[in-house]
């Protein structure tokens, strides 16, 4: 079992950073493919981003490429999404996810869910 929690959303302009965390606890962290999704309203859960294990291999959504970056620190069982270069149709609450799959995209590959941060971004 993984229980996840978030936090770090609010209200940023368009154009400033935001750096989300997401804590984790239970057994074997280390192990878990750890993810960040979003839904937006009246949108399905979109994939954002991932990271492996130790090691650290990363792969992300196209809309958030360039802009987004994933990390974790294992001793502390965190995982980081640093946003920069924020849009408005980034706005949408956001999850942290974990999962034993690598290279994992899809909302059902992933067995353990947080409650969700809010991102808004104003224009």
């Known amino acids: 079992q993984v229980q996840l929690v978030e936090s770090g959303g609010g209200l940023v302009q368009a154009g400033g950073s935001l750096r989300l965390s997401c804590t984790a606890s239970g057994r074997a962290f280390g192990s878990y493919v750890m993810g960040w999704f979003r839904q937006a309203p009246g949108k399905d859960r979109e994939f954002v981003g991932a990271?492996?294990?130790?090691?650290?291999?990363?792969w992300y959504a196209d809309s958030v490429k360039g802009r987004f970056t994933i990390s974790r620190d294992d001793a502390k069982n965190m995982v980081y999404l640093q946003m920069n270069r924020l849009k408005p149709e980034d706005t949408a609450v956001y999850y942290c996810?974990?999962?034993?799959?690598?290279?994992?995209?899809?909302?059902?590959?992933?067995?353990?869910w947080g409650q969700g941060t809010q991102v808004t971004v104003s224009s």
């Open positions: 996810a974990a999962t034993l799959l690598v290279g994992a995209t899809n909302d059902w590959e992933y067995d353990y």
């Open positions: 990271i492996s294990w130790i090691g650290g291999s990363t």
